[in-house]
């Protein structure tokens, strides 16, 4: 007889082969026995466990006779019938045939080779009611929000449909939370007193800001840049929609009395914080540049020739002498009002074209400052911005914001003051105008003849990159840290207004830092 050839004996073989005594190849994840029959196999899954055959039992011992394992893998019935034989054997040495066949223990109860491996559970925040309403804003975001998030320029509904999810998916799960945030409030619009999209459009709005702000104190990178903005421009929009909400969400309740909107500011303001500090990376990004585009070139007229809201700046002199103590701030007050209210101008020329939403972020620390002082001429500026968001009253996220606001600032002045009340007769006529489109008689310019010379003008990228070629050539600005406490002053408020909102199910939120 011909000496038998050498071979490597297979010590680290996979259960089912062991059990089978036949050689395993040891192929990971899944050897070549178990392939060929179809069959899960240890290297695959790990905690699967093989149930051992036990050893026959002494007579007058069968309760020791080891209790077979429990398994959910079908039993053919060849296997549970006792007389049926289950092996073939040759000498002493019993062989399984087939993987269709099963090992007995005594009484022809049926021992599994293997136990299946259980499914990994769902975590807690996925429960079946939680993936259903996920699946619903997710839905509403891609079918009927991403289409109103541009005002002007219907070419960003792709962006927003389709490019805006698949990056929160991949790469930015407070990106996600954002989405879901904002789709929540835009159902709640429609059925504002619907508990399930109050809870979800507050939980998941502080869910995103947390991890935001976390992200923002790590570091803006390259890897993402994309997703800041994104994320603060959604939270700007969210902060927007919630004021039509803010009654039925604030715990003051207090008749006549009318906060001013200071949130957008900071929200806004969040954005250009993050422009400032990715532009770098936002300038040859894909996705972001055609957003910026949109809007049409920030042309400030500050040559001091008279405008249409020339008179808001009558007198400022004089109210820079009665309320500026530090000869510091005198310019820089004067130099605030004056940039608000060409900003006006600007916008008040194109209004439907989105512009009026750029004077939130391009507006100074310093305005923002005299707004929250409740400067007269500060709240009589204000006023007439609110006037020109008339023209945008379609969008949900702006319906009715005019009318309200406009009605709010004028209930903090006198009506016998004999220095604003003439200024805020502009804005009260066109916040009670039936129609968002107003003639020019009424508005005070000749808006189409305006916006058809703006599409010629350029995008806002060209201001962006004017003001980043201004700041790098300044030699101290060249290594410094962009500021981006703006962005950060609206998570902060945020989490003070949410902290005490019931959550949905199994939703955790992470401390804002």
């Known amino acids: 007889m011909p000496p038998r050839r050498s071979h490597k004996k297979s010590r680290a073989g996979c259960r089912r082969c062991k059990v089978r005594k036949i050689k395993c190849d040891e192929v990971h994840p899944r050897c070549g026995n178990c392939s060929k029959h179809g069959v899960s196999c240890d290297f695959e899954h790990p905690t699967i466990r093989d149930a051992r055959i036990p050893k026959p039992a002494s007579v007058g011992d069968a309760s020791a006779a080891v209790a077979p394992i429990e398994t959910s893998r079908p039993t053919s019935s060849a296997s549970v019938t006792a007389s049926a034989p289950s092996s073939v054997t040759h000498g002493d040495s019993p062989t399984i ?21 259980d499914p990994p559970p769902l975590s807690s925040t ?26 002007s320029s219907p070419v960003l509904e792709n962006i927003w449909r389709v490019t805006v999810p698949e990056l ?26 619907d508990r399930e999209l109050i809870r979800a459009s507050h939980s998941y709005m502080a869910s995103a800001c947390s991890e935001y702000g976390a992200c923002l104190s790590k570091g803006v990178t390259e890897s993402n840049a994309e997703a800041l903005f994104l994320t603060s421009a959604l939270i700007a929009f969210q902060s927007t929609a919630s004021r039509i909400f803010s009654r039925e969400d604030s715990h003051d ?6 906060s001013l909107p200071l949130s957008w500011f900071h929200a806004f303001q969040g954005v250009k914080a993050v422009v400032a500090a990715t532009w770098q990376w936002l300038r040859m990004s894909t996705i972001v540049i055609p957003i ?14 008279p405008t249409f809201f020339s008179d808001l700046m009558v007198g400022v002199e004089d109210e820079i002498a009665k309320f500026e103590t530090d000869p510091a701030t005198h310019i820089e007050t004067r130099m605030a009002y004056q940039h608000a209210i060409a900003v006006l101008d600007w916008a008040h020329g194109i209004p439907y074209t989105g512009a009026p939403l750029v004077f939130l972020a391009t507006v100074s620390r310093r305005f923002i400052d005299l707004l929250e002082a409740r400067r007269p001429r500060a709240l009589a500026i204000l006023a007439s911005y609110f006037a020109l968001l008339k023209c945008l009253g379609d969008v949900w996220w702006l319906k009715g914001v005019a009318r309200r606001e406009i009605m709010g600032i004028v209930s903090l002045f006198d009506p016998d003051d004999e220095e604003w009340w003439p200024r805020l007769q502009w804005p009260l006529r066109i916040a009670l105008h039936d129609d968002v489109i107003i ?6 310019r000749d808006w189409a003849a305006q916006t058809a010379n703006a599409s010629q003008t350029g995008g806002f990228v060209s201001h962006i990159e004017l003001l980043s070629d201004i700041f790098s050539s300044i030699p101290q600005m060249n290594s410094a840290t962009p500021d981006l406490e703006p962005a950060h ?4 408020e945020q989490g003070d207004m949410m902290r005490d909102i019931p959550l949905p199910e199994g939703l955790e939120i992470l401390p804002v830092d």
């Open 168 to 193: 929160a998916f991949s790469s930015a799960s407070y990106l996600a939370d954002t989405l879901l945030a904002v789709s929540a409030l835009h159902l709640r619009s429609s059925s504002p007193h």
């Open 97 to 117: 045939p087939s993987d269709t066949t099963t090992p007995t223990a005594i009484g022809g109860t049926p021992i599994p080779l293997y136990k299946t491996p």
């Open 439 to 444: 003639p020019p008689h009424v508005w005070g």
């Open 253 to 258: 309740r207090t008749v006549g009395y009318y």
């Open 292 to 305: 910026i585009e949109s809007q049409p070139a920030l042309n400030l007229d500050l040559s001091g020739q």
């Open 126 to 151: 996925t429960s079946k009611k939680n993936r259903m309403l996920e699946l619903k804003l997710l839905h509403n975001f891609t079918t009927v929000t991403a289409k109103t998030l541009s005002v």
């Open 489 to 492: 002053q609206y998570i902060i």
